[in-house]
Structures are given as C-alpha cells and as structure tokens.
C-alpha cells in the first residue's frame, strides 16, 4: 500500500502543517511509514504552498508524490495548479468558498467541505485546515481519527487543543455525511 497525498493552498492556510500532522500521525501513532515534503514560495503569506506526504506499510524509497491519490485543496490558485494531476479514481477534497470556479473532474471522486465556513463559526477562520483534516480522515479512512486527534495535540500550540479538536470533529462529522452519499 503507498497512498500520496497532496495539500496545497496559500501560505498561512495551516497547509504545511496539515501535512505534518498527517504524517506523524501515520508513523507516530499509526504504525505506519510516512514521508512529508513541503514547498512555498517566498512569501510567508499569501504565496502558493504545498504539502506533500507519502504513506505506506513499506519502506518508501521516493519520497515525492507523483500522481495524488488525495488532494486536499484550500485556494482557487491551487485547486488550478493541481486537480488535473490526480490519479484516476482519486479524491479531491475541496473548500467551496475559497474556490469558486470549478472545471468539470472526471474519474475523480469530489467532496466539497466548507471548512472556512466552518472555522468561522468556531471564532476562528485559521482553524479550517483541521476541518478539512476532519473531513479528509472521514473520507479516505487512511488513517484513524484517534491517531490523527493524537497527532494534533502534539504539533499545535499549547492552549489551542480544545478549539483544534473542535474543528476536526466538525470536519469529520461533515466528512461522514459525504461519505454515506
């Protein structure tokens, strides 16, 4: 099993740290072989930015993603860049407000996830990348919600947990809605 992942947004979306959280929670607390890989640009907002991550039950011996098997995309920039790139029968999953103009996908399943919406009415907007985490872990089930809640305790601020938390069992709550369909 080698599953890719790809994150990709804008930079002080929590993207990079989504996918920091995705590895160490597969390796750390899933038992699992991860890789996590990251690239932005030189603005430390509002630059594009991605995440990559690798998880398999063997050794991984390449560790950058070629063909996603998961996007998880946050901006209209980067929904563009990246959603022809996904393996046929892949999954996106998508942020609706932030991209408003979709193309037409084929072989590609499609969940959209108001995560900033979301975020927003928690009271804070900078907590919709652990929506879409939420939402991600309901959706592919490549890794279990404990191992993941595990995995944000440890590699977010002190002080932020219970709101984290939150927004991650609102993420998943919706993620399971889609799921069923």
Do not use: W
């Not at 050794?59 to 959603?83: G, R, T, W």
């Not at 590609?108 to 907590?127: F, M």
């Not at 919709?128 to 809640?149: E, P, S, Y």
Request: charged share 25%; net charge negative; glycine share 10%.
């Amino acid at each position: 099993m080698r599953v890719e992942i790809k994150f990709a947004g804008f930079g002080g979306q929590g993207i990079i740290k989504s996918g920091i959280i995705i590895a160490a929670a597969a390796c750390i607390h899933g038992g699992k072989n991860a890789v996590q890989t990251q690239s932005y640009g030189p603005e430390s907002r509002g630059g594009a930015c991605k995440s990559e991550v690798v998880i398999s039950e063997e050794d991984i011996d390449f560790p950058k993603v070629v063909e996603p098997d998961v996007l998880v995309v946050m901006s209209q920039h980067a929904y563009n860049e990246y959603v022809e790139n996904v393996k046929p029968g892949g999954t996106i999953i998508m942020d609706p407000d932030m991209i408003p103009h979709e193309v037409d996908v084929k072989n590609a399943q499609v969940h959209r996830i108001p995560a900033t919406k979301i975020a927003e009415e928690l009271g804070k907007k900078i907590v919709a990348n652990i929506v879409m985490l939420g939402a991600f872990v309901a959706i592919t089930r490549i890794l279990d919600a404990n191992a993941v809640k595990e995995s944000i305790k440890e590699n977010l601020p002190k002080g932020t947990e219970e709101l984290n938390l939150k927004a991650f069992e609102r993420g998943y709550e919706y993620g399971k809605t889609l799921s069923k369909s």
